[in-house]
């Protein structure tokens, strides 16, 4: 079977996931799809294909080499969808040698994907582009990733001639929610590294996240009945004002950095007359860049209550996650073959950065060095998300020469 039909196949099941949902995987409906998965698994041959009580599907193509110390890699690709826009009755539609107008979605007139605004889109005139038709998104995020690991399984097992170690393949729930890893055994799944297919542009290959913590400030004053409050109502809203007023106006922020330039974001204010709490999202691509960002905050509050006596404040900080670099630039080939496996299928590597980050980020923390790669997918969590049907090929191929290329230098 085709990527593509796989692909169409996956995107129809709604498999959005919701961050209030205490359960896990946070929504029944994502089961739906992991289930079918290890029944195809089964049917093309990966005869261990299982799913454990959390919803993870795991499964092995078992090593065709002769060679002992060809080491286990995993593939990794996750089934849920964002809870930011609808994942209901997607209904995709293949736009076959698209010739490079405006792609009008039916469902939504103003829903128009323009080569002028998309820059990716301008590399793609003659491909078969894959949208969805405008009141949902399409979930290429990541079902791409879904379709191209079991259609490079499927490859695997019908060629044994092709010498690779074993590959070891899992499908998770709950990414998009920050809950992809929680309860991934990584002794269990038993390889030396994994790659998440899930990065946008053909031939890109990211080694590197930022590093975040999370911040809260808290600003305590005093509350009084306001008409007898004159000189001892000192108010922890207003101290919360000051602090956020005084934050970088120019630089730091999100809407105002890009590349490798890291920022502090508040985002959430809870607040109160007799306690104020700002929460703020703190992120560098270099450790040291959130002390430094941590320090500042901190002066800034402490200024802010200067300015308001009879207020104090209490800065708390917790660590989110950290650059997957740290673990990945300890064993470089990781990633060299990752580029080796891109070039092999014809393309240009691609090397970028997350602003943001992964499941590999965390994994790579818990001992499974984890980088991401193409899977073709594009505006993510939005009406307008596309991939190309050439570019899905494409990842099938690096996965392939992935594995080639592991075996081959063992
Ligand atoms: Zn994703």
Redesign the pocket.
Known sequence: MSVLDRFLRYVQIDTQSDERSTSYPSTQTQLVLLRALVDELRGIGLADAAIDEHGYVTATIPATTAKANAPVIGFI??VDTSPEMSGAGVKPIVHRRWDGRDIVLPDAPDAVLRKTEIPALLEQVGHDIVTASGSTLLGA??KA?VAEIVTAAEYLIAHPEIPHGAVRIAFTPD??IGRGTQYFDVAAFGAMCAY?M?GGLRGEVEIESFSADAMTVTFHGFNTHPGYAKGRMVNAIKVAAAFIDSLPQHTLSPETTEGMEGFVHPYVVDASVEKTSVRLLIRDFETEGLAEKERMLEALAQKAVARHPGSRVECAVEESYRNMKQVLATRPEIAEHAYEAVRRAGLEVRRRSIRGG?DGSRLSFMGLPTPNVFAG?HN?HSRLEWVSVQDMEKAVEVIVNLARVWEERS
């Open positions: 690709a996750h995020d990541n990733g990414e998009e998440t899930d992964t997918e993510f």
